[in-house]
């Protein structure tokens, strides 16, 4: 087992940052990855960004390239994930996972997932 607690979402204006933390707990080390998806209303649950365990290999959709940042404090088994120039269109919940698959892009390759946290963007 595997939990993850999220932290640090919340509404900001267009143009605003924020930054997202996960912390994991548990059988980390039988983990291969950690990602962070996001979920709007009405739509399917969106990739956002995917890091192995190690750190030497990040993947961002390209929806969020050159605006968020995922890294990875491994003594605390946390993930952060600093988000810049937010747009309206980023608003959604955003979910923490942990996958023991290398493919860090589907969501059915996660085991275990977050609660969520609420990151609302205004125009």
């Known amino acids: 087992q595997v939990q993850l607690v999220e932290s640090g979402g919340g509404l900001v204006q267009a143009g605003g940052s924020l930054r997202l933390s996960c912390a994991a707990s548990?059988?980390?080390?039988?983990?291969?990855?950690m990602g962070w998806f996001r979920q709007a209303p009405g739509k399917e649950r969106e990739f956002v960004v995917g890091?192995?365990?190690?750190?030497?290999?990040?993947y961002y959709a390209d929806s969020v390239k050159g605006r968020f940042t995922i890294s990875r404090d491994g003594a605390k088994n946390t993930v952060h994930l600093q988000m810049n120039s937010l747009k309206p269109e980023d608003t959604a919940v955003y979910y923490c996972?942990?996958?023991?698959?290398?493919?860090?892009?589907?969501?059915?390759?996660?085991?275990?997932w977050g609660q969520g946290t609420q990151v609302t963007v205004s125009s």
């Open positions: 548990g059988r980390v080390y039988s983990m291969y990855a």
């Open positions: 890091i192995n365990w190690r750190g030497s290999t990040i």
């Open positions: 996972a942990v996958s023991s698959r290398s493919n860090v892009v589907l969501p059915a390759n996660y085991d275990y």
